[in-house]
């Protein structure tokens, strides 16, 4: 630490940005989960937690939103052996599921039945561990972060928080509603995020922002639950291109938010050439610049970022880190803004 330079070339410590710091001095511990068990259309998001902490090595640690940002203290828990481990037992029996049910097969078939259950029981077991770290790392005072894998992981994170704080709203960034009850007969799949968010806790309040890709039931749910502002990513664009500036509609999003605020961040609700390996891109989508000033307004709202997780960024399969380097910034700027949160 003593030795540490913030202007000098950045050593692959195992840390986010090569920070110095423990996990035991640090203000925000993060936490990757190397999962991608449910993703329907293409996997390689169980990567993406080590590919943004290697891509994170090129990042300057100046950051303009926060004084000495190098001082955030920021470190990486290990990962689970046991989550990665079923991960790559229940990834083929997944894939057996949702091949099985593309080519007409029913959930309830009794060839197929049996390993979606096999599928759902892993998903108690990933979220019973990222809910028991969770816990003992909120209870020692650190602020929590989870990197994806898929967009099912952070559900211990949610739930362990929204017991914690009782006035907490949910901002998610996200190219897809992720209100299914269940997709493929997985309960706790990819697209059920938000979903068993609202179910299984007493959030708020949820402001999906960017979404353009939905069914009707997630539509119909967004409508009926008054707990849901659901921006389309469609909305938000023509809103713009008939005179309303960015400014006035982060506004307007954080407005519906509470005080306390846990950001789920879906890498896909950026625009996909921001993260064209990602499980399901989908055109439109929000810039970089967008989201980013998105999260400081929310900041300067005088609203507190209690926890965050960027999911669904997946390293390409020709070794491209543009997709890692796209993430470590983002989670550059939820590390840093979560902390200026905790300073006003
Ligand atoms: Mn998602």
């Known amino acids: ?16 940005m090569g920070l110095p710091y423990t996990s035991s001095e640090a203000q925000i511990v993060l936490l990757p989960v190397p999962w991608d068990v449910t993703t329907s259309y293409r996997p390689g998001t169980s990567s993406g937690p080590a590919a943004i902490i290697e891509a994170s090595l090129q990042l300057d640690l100046y950051d303009t939103d926060l004084a000495d940002a190098w001082r955030n203290k920021i470190a990486v828990l290990e990962t689970s ?32 039945y049996g390993k979606i259950q096999e599928v759902n029981n892993g998903s108690a077991v990933l979220n019973d561990t990222v809910s028991n770290v969770t816990t003992e790392w909120l209870n020692r005072g650190k602020i929590v972060g989870v990197i994806g894998g898929e967009h099912s992981v952070p559900l211990g994170l949610i739930m ?20 299914r009850e269940a997709y493929e007969g997985f309960t706790c799949s990819h697209a059920s ?21 939905f069914c009707q039931d997630e ?25 309303e500036t ?71 399969p020709d070794g491209s880190e543009w997709d890692a380097n796209v993430g470590a910034r983002v989670l550059q700027k939820l590390c840093n803004l979560t902390t200026l949160s905790h300073q006003v």
């Open 160 to 179: 362990e928080l929204a017991r914690r704080y009782t006035n907490m709203g949910i901002l998610h960034i996200d190219a897809h509603a992720d209100l």
């Open 193 to 213: 995020i938000m979903f068993n968010a609202l179910k299984r806790t007493s959030i708020k309040h949820l402001v999906q922002v960017s979404v353009r890709d």
């Open 246 to 316: 960015w400014d006035r509609l982060c506004d307007e999003i954080i407005s519906k938010l509470p005080s306390e605020v846990y950001i789920s961040f879906d890498i896909d609700g950026l625009s996909p050439d921001l993260c064209p390996n990602t499980g399901t891109p989908v055109p439109g989508g929000l810039t970089f610049r967008q989201s980013e000033y998105l999260l400081r307004k929310l900041v300067r709202s005088g609203r507190k970022i209690v926890g965050f997780d960027l999911c669904e960024v997946a390293p390409g």
């Open 81 to 112: 052996e046991r989550i990665m481990q079923l991960n790559t037992t229940l990834r083929p029996v997944a894939e057996e599921v949702i091949d099985y049910l593309a080519n007409g097969g029913e959930e309830t078939d009794d060839a197929i």
């Open 219 to 243: 539509i119909d749910l967004a409508g009926k639950d008054p707990r849901i502002s659901f921006y389309t990513d469609n909305q938000l664009t023509s809103r713009q291109f008939e005179g």
């Open 1 to 16: 630490m003593s030795s540490f330079d913030p202007n000098g070339v950045a050593v692959a410590n195992g840390n986010f």
